[in-house]
C-alpha cells in the first residue's frame, strides 16, 4: 500500500532530522577557552548546572562576539531544547541569527536559520520551515560547508514530499546529493536516495524508485535505516504486483531480534508481509494483520493504523463485506482525526468497490480528490516561486556587491592610472621616436639599396645588351666593312628599339586604374614583332578595379620578366595573355607556343624564380604546365 510508506517513514525523518540538527557546535577559537565554558560542556554534569556555568559565561562585561560566543548561544538553546524549555530554545534561536547576522557568520547565521527551520517543521509549518531551510542552505554555500549544504536541500526536498510536490521534490534532492559524500554523509546520502525513491513510487516510477531504494540500502551504514528501505522497497514491489518479491525481502527483517524490540518497526514489517502474502496466493494471514493492528493501537500509532484498517478492508472486501466496511470505516474516521485525506483517499477506493452505487462516497471521494490536488498545485506554486524569488533576490544581491565593488575598484584605480598615463605617455614618446627614427634611416637604407639595385641592372642591360652591338657598329663605320647603307640603318633601329624596351622597363608606373591598364597593355605590346605575335584577352579598366598598388607592380613586373624570358629564350611566335577575375581572385593565364621548358629546370634555369617570388609575397599561387609537349603555360591566381 503506499500509504504505509508514510506511517513508518515520516516519524523516521523527523526524528532523524531532529537529531542531526541538534549536533556539536564548532569551536574555531585558537586561544584558551574560559574555564566556565569548559564546565558547561562537560556532559557529566546535570543540565541545570551547566546551563549556570554557560549563564555566568554569557554575562561577562564587554565579552567579544565571536565564534566561541556564538557557539555558546547554540549550546544553550540546545540545553533548553533537551529540558523541553520549546520557548526559551526558540528564542536563541532567533537571538543566535541576530548576533550572527551582526558579526557576518555565515556559518552560525546557518545554523540559525536550522534550527528555527527544524521548531518550524515540529508545528507542522511547512511554508516556514521551507524558508529557513533555504535561507541555512544559503548560508552555508557560502562558506563551502558542503555536508550541510546537502542536509538542508534534503530537508527541503522532504518538506515538498510532504506536501505532495513529487517533482518539486526529486529536483530539490537531486540537487542535494552532489553536496553529500559516500563516505562522510553516508546517512544524508542515502536518505537522499530514498527520498528519490519514494517520488518515483508516488509518480508510479516503480523501475528508478526500485533504482535508488537499492541505492539507499547499499549507501547506508546503519542496520535500522536498512531496515526502513527495505520495507519501503517492499511497499513498492507491492504497489508493482510483485508481492512474491515483497515477500522475500520481508521474512529476513521479520526475523531479526533488532526489528522485534523496536514494535513500531516490527508491526510494520508484519503488516506489509501479511498483506504482500494474501495478495499473492490469498493465503489466510487475518492473524498476522490482526497483530500488527493490535501493536499499533497500543503504540497509538494512527498513521500506521490507518494502514492496516485499508490492508484489513481489503482482505475482507469478498470474503466478508460487513467487516471490510468496519474497518474501512475506521480508516476514514482515523483519516480525518489526524488530518491524513491520503489516507481518507485510499479507503474510500475500497468503499466504491464494495458499495459502487453509493454517490455519498463517489461525491465524497472526488471532492477529497479535487481538494488534494489544489493543495498539491498550491505547494508546487508556493516552494517553486519561493525558490524563483529567491534565487532572484540573491542574483540581485550578487550584481549590486559586484557593482559596488566595480565602483570601488574603479575609484581606486584612478590615481595609479593617471601616473600610469603621465609615465606611459612619457615613455610612448620616446619610444616612438626613436621607432620613427629607426624605420626612416632603415626606410631611407632600403630606398639607396633600391636605386642602387635598379642602377646596376639597367647598367648591366645597358653593357650586355646595347654596348657591344653600337661597338660593333662603330668598328663597321670606321673601317667601312660594310657599304650597305641599309644594314646599318637596321642595326641602329634594332638599338633603338631596345633601348626603348629598357625605358619601359624602369620607367615610372601610372597605377591610376583609369591609365594603368593602358600602361600594362603598351608594355606588352613592346614586345611584339613581326616574328611575334602579342595577344591580351579580357585587359581593361575594370578587371584592376579592387586591386591596390602593390599588387598591380607585381602584376606588371611579372609581366615583364615572362615577355624577357619569352623573347630571349622560348622563341615563340604567339604569345596570348588572359585576364579573369571572380569575387576573391584575379586570374592571369600566359601561354606562348614556344620551345617550352624543362620539368627539372622549369623557373631557376630560365630567369623566372623572380617571378614566383614575386607572387608568393602577394599571397598568390604560380601553377607551370610542365607536361606540355610544346610551349608554355603559366596560371597566376592573386587574391582581390
Not at 556564538?70 to 532567533?94: E, G, P, Q, T
Not at 621607432?435 to 646596376?456: D, P
Not at 625605358?503 to 586604374?513: A, F, M, Q, V
Not at 623566372?608 to 610544346?630: A, P
Amino acid at each position: 500500500m503506499k500509504f504505509s510508506i508514510f506511517s513508518f517513514l515520516y516519524l523516521s525523518l523527523v526524528f532523524f532530522l531532529f537529531l542531526n540538527c541538534e549536533g556539536n557546535f564548532r569551536d574555531k577559537n585558537n586561544y584558551k577557552i574560559p574555564l566556565a565554558v569548559k564546565k558547561a560542556k562537560d556532559k557529566t554534569l546535570d543540565t541545570n548546572t551547566r546551563l549556570i556555568y554557560l549563564d555566568s559565561f554569557l554575562k561577562t562585561k564587554n565579552l567579544k562576539k565571536d565564534s566561541l560566543f556564538l557557539s555558546c548561544i547554540v549550546l544553550k538553546r540546545k540545553l533548553h531544547y533537551k529540558l523541553k524549555n520549546y520557548d526559551s530554545a526558540f528564542y536563541y534561536d532567533r537571538y543566535l541569527l541576530k548576533n550572527a547576522n551582526a558579526v557576518s557568520n555565515y556559518f552560525f547565521m546557518g545554523k540559525a536559520n536550522w534550527y528555527t527551520a527544524l521548531m518550524h517543521f515540529q508545528n507542522n509549518d511547512y511554508d516556514s520551515a521551507f524558508y529557513y531551510y533555504n535561507q541555512s542552505k544559503k548560508n552555508f554555500k557560502i562558506v563551502n560547508d558542503s555536508t550541510n549544504t546537502g542536509k538542508q536541500l534534503l530537508s527541503m526536498s522532504i518538506i515538498q514530499q510532504i506536501e505532495d510536490d513529487y517533482i518539486g521534490s526529486k529536483e530539490t534532492v537531486a540537487e542535494a546529493i552532489p553536496y553529500l559524500k559516500k563516505k562522510k554523509d553516508a546517512k544524508y546520502l542515502a536518505s537522499s536516495y530514498n527520498v528519490l525513491a519514494i517520488n518515483h513510487q508516488e509518480l508510479l516510477n516503480y523501475k528508478d524508485a526500485t533504482t535508488y531504494y537499492l541505492k539507499a540500502i547499499e549507501t547506508t551504514n546503519s542496520k535500522a535505516d536498512k531496515f526502513i528501505y527495505q520495507n519501503n522497497l517492499a511497499t513498492t514491489y507491492i504497489d508493482g504486483k510483485h508481492y512474491n518479491n515483497a515477500i522475500t525481502l520481508l521474512r529476513p527483517i521479520e526475523q531479526d531480534s533488532t526489528i522485534q524490540k523496536s514494535s513500531d518497526q516490527y508491526a510494520t514489517i508484519i503488516d506489509n508481509l501479511g498483506y504482500a502474502q494474501w495478495l499473492e496466493d490469498k493465503s489466510n494471514t487475518q492473524n498476522l494483520l490482526l497483530k500488527a493492528l493490535n501493536i499499533k493501537i497500543n503504540n497509538n500509532d494512527k498513521h500506521g493504523q490507518i494502514a492496516s484498517y485499508i490492508h484489513l478492508g481489503n482482505f475482507f472486501l469478498k470474503k466478508n463485506p460487513n467487516e471490510a466496511l468496519r474497518y474501512l470505516n475506521k480508516a476514514i474516521k482515523t483519516s480525518k482525526q489526524i488530518k491524513s485525506p491520503k489516507g481518507e483517499l485510499e479507503a474510500l477506493e475500497f468503499l466504491m468497490a464494495l458499495k459502487p452505487k453509493s454517490i455519498v462516497y463517489k461525491d465524497r471521494y472526488i471532492a477529497l480528490n479535487d481538494s488534494l490536488y489544489k493543495q498539491e498545485l498550491k505547494a508546487k506554486t508556493q516552494f517553486a516561486k519561493m525558490k524563483y524569488d529567491d534565487e532572484t533576490n540573491q542574483k540581485t544581491i550578487l550584481k549590486l556587491e559586484a557593482e559596488k565593488a566595480k565602483q570601488a575598484l574603479e575609484v581606486s584605480k584612478q590615481y595609479t592610472y593617471k601616473i600610469i598615463y603621465l609615465s606611459g605617455g612619457l615613455v610612448l614618446i620616446l619610444v616612438g621616436g626613436f621607432i620613427v627614427y629607426i624605420l626612416k634611416q632603415r626606410h631611407k637604407r632600403e630606398k639607396l639599396q633600391e636605386i642602387y639595385t635598379t642602377e646596376t641592372r639597367i647598367s648591366q642591360k645597358v653593357h650586355d645588351e646595347l654596348a657591344n652591338d653600337m661597338y660593333h657598329l662603330i668598328n663597321k663605320i670606321q673601317n667601312k666593312t660594310n657599304d650597305n647603307q641599309t644594314d646599318v640603318v637596321n642595326q641602329l633601329e634594332n638599338i633603338y628599339r631596345r633601348t626603348r624596351d629598357i625605358s619601359h622597363e624602369n620607367s615610372t608606373i601610372n597605377l591610376d586604374n583609369n591609365y594603368f591598364y593602358l600602361e600594362l597593355k603598351e608594355m606588352l605590346n613592346a614586345y611584339q614583332s613581326p616574328q611575334i605575335h602579342i595577344s591580351t584577352l579580357g585587359l581593361n579598366k575594370a578587371v584592376f578595379q579592387p586591386i591596390d598598388d602593390s599588387k598591380k607592380i607585381t602584376i606588371l613586373r611579372v609581366l615583364q620578366e615572362l615577355m624577357t624570358n619569352m623573347k630571349k629564350h622560348s622563341n615563340a611566335s604567339n604569345v596570348v595573355i588572359r585576364f579573369k577575375k571572380d569575387k576573391k581572385n584575379l586570374h592571369i593565364v600566359y601561354t606562348d607556343d614556344g620551345i617550352g621548358l624543362k620539368k627539372t629546370d622549369h623557373f631557376k634555369a630560365n630567369g623566372l624564380q623572380n617571378v614566383e617570388n614575386r607572387i608568393k609575397n602577394c599571397n598568390g599561387t604560380l601553377n607551370f604546365d610542365s607536361d606540355r609537349k610544346s610551349g608554355v603555360a603559366i596560371n597566376i591566381s592573386l587574391p582581390i
